[in-house]
Antibody, heavy 120, light 109 residues
Framework: QVQLVESGGGVVQPGRSLRLSCAASGFTFSTYAMDWVRQAPGKGLEWVAVMSYDGSNKYYADPVKGRFTISRDTSKNTLYLQMNSLRPEDTAVYYC?????????????WGQGTLVTVSS | SYVLAQPPSESVAPGKTARITCGGNKIGGKSVHWYQQKPGQAPVVVIYYDSERPSGIPERFSGSNSGNTATLTISGVEAGDEADYYCQVWDTRSDHRGVFGGGTKLTVL
């Protein structure tokens, strides 16, 4: 069965960096676009970034562009989110999600999320 | 940037029909996906491509999309349907960006 397991969250000071990981299993990782979606405490869902199935294309939401980098390691079936220059407003549960159909389809599988808290 | 508008809350009695709207400029020309999220859980897709239902999602869930409004309809609402519901589209006008509506809290009375 499809499984997505995030890790790497924690408490970090403003301005510092953190790298999230998402271990994928149960499907052919190299054939799906993968996304990061976040949810601030008590707030709605916010799309963060997407990476194409082959890693050739990456797109970001405006609030994270230039600070966050999405990447993937097909040999490890793992998706990453490198987060630099973190701000308090980046505090959220970060989910990785599988794109069912490139840039048009729904997110058909989600991980359980990992909490990132940016605070001094 | 493309904006999706959802009512913050809707209430419905058990057994009745709930309709949750998602407004956006010419949203009828886009594909809309709907997610259900219960407290402490990850979202689950309940409708994709406007009106398609994933396996395991009850037939009570249906969707439509036309003009400037997409609608998620839940017939014969049950207590277990109480959750937050989000609509989502892809904005591909300049690059590729996911867009979520603000979410609607469905309360079953």
């Amino acid at each position: 069965q499809v499984q997505l397991v995030e890790s790497g969250g924690g408490v970090v000071q403003p301005g510092r960096s953190l790298r999230l990981s998402c271990a994928a299993s149960g499907f052919t990782f190299s054939t799906y676009a993968m996304d990061w979606v976040r949810q601030a405490p008590g707030k709605g869902l916010e799309w963060v970034a997407v990476m194409s199935y082959d890693g050739s294309n990456k797109y970001y939401a405006d609030p994270v562009k230039g600070r966050f980098t999405i990447s993937r390691d097909t040999s490890k079936n793992t998706l990453y989110l490198q987060m630099n220059s973190l701000r308090p407003e980046d505090t959220a549960v970060y989910y990785c999600a599988r794109g069912s159909d490139g840039y048009q389809g729904a997110f058909d599988y989600w991980g359980q999320g990992t909490l990132v808290t940016v605070s001094s | 940037s493309y904006v999706l508008a959802q009512p913050p809350s809707e209430s419905v009695a058990p057994g009745k029909t709930a309709r949750i709207t998602c407004g956006g400029n010419k949203i009828g020309g886009k594909s809309v996906h709907w997610y259900q999220q219960k407290p402490g859980q990850a979202p689950v897709v309940v409708i994709y491509y406007d009106s398609e239902r994933p396996s395991g999602i009850p037939e009570r869930f249906s969707g439509s999309n036309s003009g400037n409004t997409a609608t998620l309809t839940i017939s014969g609402v049950e207590a277990g349907d109480e959750a937050d519901y989000y609509c989502q589209v892809w904005d591909t006008r300049s690059d590729h960006r996911g867009v979520f509506g603000g979410g609607t809290k469905l309360t079953v009375l």
